[in-house]
């Protein structure tokens, strides 16, 4: 591990390589979350029914200040998944209507489109060439799968089995001159890219603060461009659906509370800006400069030991990396997409190397990936114990 490590609590007996699939929490964002705890359980009514309002503005405005939004326009949502939804299951798309996404996207995501699938939606999947040779094959597999009755688009930012980057601004700009929304799901993006929620205009951006922010898990942000606020409603209806208060937007009052809840995840959200933000004397500048360096220096160490060329452009990839797996040629393809938790090959890697990395399922040939993540405690002797790894146990040796 990196010289930064010293500040997670993970396990040092364990590379571990994955803290893309649900974050770390370095300690002191948990020590603030602890403290911020205490003090709601030392006088409940107070902090829940006449502080959390002000203290979540404050917030808002940290996030919305790092992500380049206004924060009118950003709801707190737990989770990626939960943002996605909260769109999908506000619109009401009509039988013959098409909902546009592709085969990179998050299973979970895309299983939300599908839900629309009983009322006579139809779910187009566009096929995104993997590997890949640069982002305008992207936008040219998603426009080409455009069609008059397409209604949204559900494109991701960065693409969880693959690491890509996406083009969205480009893309959204594109649909929208087709006057088709986009829901953008951003959940790797805020902390891993250089964000500007306000640039690329979507008609929706979730993302997490979770994942490459390191705030404590449950912290994520839904935002709704001002325009289709009237639209979305979040996924739990409580008290701001009625409420006779003017002070405030109602889009503002329906997801400041959807019933009790522990807010301490999107409390610490400025905790984590701040002292991820002081690590490196460059700041977050920095820290994701040092993140993408290491991606890429780390996939060079595996694609070198599994002998094949790097399966996408350097500009495509943030702090996730992910490598077909040679062994993957005699597999046909499938429809199933997204992390295999339990792949034999991931778990020989925990069990016999003591490394933390995973094994992804691609629906089209190359089926099988690994994918590899670089944060601030990881370091590049750790990278090159996982290609010696794969090397044994692929018996490339
Ligand atoms: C592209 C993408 N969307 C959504 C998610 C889901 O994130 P969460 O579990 O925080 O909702 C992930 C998780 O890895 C992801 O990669």
């Known amino acids: 591990m990196g010289d930064l490590a010293r500040y997670w609590n993970l396990d040092p007996e364990i590379d571990f390589l994955n803290h893309g699939s649900f974050g770390a929490c370095p300690r002191p964002v948990l020590e603030a979350q602890s403290e911020l705890r205490a003090r709601m359980e030392r006088q409940p009514v107070q902090f829940l029914a006449r502080e959390l309002e002000g203290l979540f503005d404050d917030a808002r405005a940290a996030l919305a200040q790092f992500v380049d939004a206004d924060p009118e326009d950003l709801a707190f949502v737990p989770n990626a998944t939960s943002g996605v939804n ?15 996404t592709t085969d990179h996207a998050y299973n979970a995501c895309r299983n939300a489109l599908r839900w629309h699938e009983r009322r006579g939606v139809k779910v187009v999947v566009a096929a995104v060439p993997w590997p890949i040779a640069g982002p305008g094959q992207v936008i040219d597999a998603v426009l080409g799968a455009v069609t008059p009755r397409t209604r949204l688009a559900l494109l991701d930012h960065v693409t969880s089995p693959t690491g890509l980057v996406f083009p969205v601004e480009e893309m959204v700009r594109r649909l929208d001159e087709r006057g088709i929304d986009t829901i953008v799901d951003g959940a790797h993006a805020p902390g891993m890219l250089p964000l500007s929620v ?3 205009g979507a008609a929706y951006f979730t993302g997490n603060c979770h994942k490459w922010l390191c705030a404590p898990k449950g912290a994520a942000f839904l935002h709704v461009r001002r325009d289709r606020q009237d639209r979305i409603r979040p996924l739990v209806i409580s008290h701001g659906a009625n409420s006779p208060r003017t002070d405030r937007p109602r889009f503002r009052l329906e997801f400041d509370w959807t019933g009790t809840d522990d807010p301490t995840p999107f409390l610490c959200v400025p ?13 977050w500048a920095e820290l994701m400069g040092r993140n993408h360096a290491l991606a890429v220096s780390g996939r060079k160490h595996l694609c070198d030991a599994l002998r094949v060329p790097p399966p996408a452009p350097e500009q495509m990839i943030g702090s996730l990396a992910s490598i077909p797996l040679p062994d993957a040629k ?3 393809p499938g429809p199933t997409s997204g992390v295999v938790l339990w792949h034999p090959l991931q778990r020989a890697l925990l069990e016999k190397h003591r490394i933390e990395g995973p094994v992804m399922l691609f629906p089209a040939w190359p089926r099988q990936l690994i994918r590899i993540s670089a944060q601030a405690y990881n370091s590049e002797d750790q990278f090159a114990r996982l ?3 794969l090397r ?3 018996q490339l040796a």
């Open 86 to 100: 909260t769109v999908i299951r506000s619109l009401e798309p009509q039988p013959g209507d098409e909902l546009l």
């Open 198 to 200: 306000r640039r690329i």
């Open 330 to 332: 005699g597999d046909p």
């Open 387 to 389: 290609a010696a790894a």
């Open 271 to 283: 905790h984590a800006l701040r002292f991820l933000g002081s690590l490196l004397s460059g700041g």
């Open 392 to 394: 044994t146990e692929l």
